[in-house]
């Protein structure tokens, strides 16, 4: 079992930055590739960025590529993801989640793959 807790969301003005946490316990974090999904109000969750559990691999969305930037430290037990530029269509519940592999290089971005999540938190960009 491991449990997620994400940190990080708030209210930012178009062009701003946030930077979301992922603090996972558990079981040993560094055998989970990790992955950020959001879902903004009547859609459909949808994949943002996931990294493997080396973090060698990072994987993005067509749609934040070259904003945001997801990180893990192992030691730590903790998932980053860096937002810059952020824009008001990236308002939405973010949600961290954990997907057990012994791949090293995988990190899925279909949410029906992950075995556990993260509660969300908002993170809400003004324009």
């Known amino acids: 079992q491991v449990q997620l807790a994400e940190s990080g969301g708030g209210l930012v003005q178009a062009g701003g930055s946030l930077r979301l946490s992922c603090a996972a316990s558990?079981?040993?974090?560094?055998?989970?590739?990790m992955g950020w999904f959001r879902q903004a109000p009547g859609k459909e969750r949808e994949f943002v960025a996931s990294i493997s559990w080396s973090g060698g691999g990072t994987y993005y969305a067509d749609s934040v590529k070259g904003r945001f930037t997801i990180s893990r430290t192992n030691a730590k037990n903790t998932v980053y993801l860096q937002m810059n530029s952020l824009k008001p269509e990236d308002t939405a519940v973010y949600y961290c989640?954990?997907?057990?592999?012994?791949?090293?290089?995988?990190?899925?971005?279909?949410?029906?793959?992950?075995?556990?999540w993260g509660q969300g938190t908002q993170v809400t960009v003004s324009s």
């Open positions: 558990g079981r040993t974090f560094s055998t989970y590739a």
């Open positions: 989640a954990a997907y057990f592999t012994v791949v090293p290089g995988r990190a899925p971005p279909s949410a029906h793959e992950y075995d556990y």
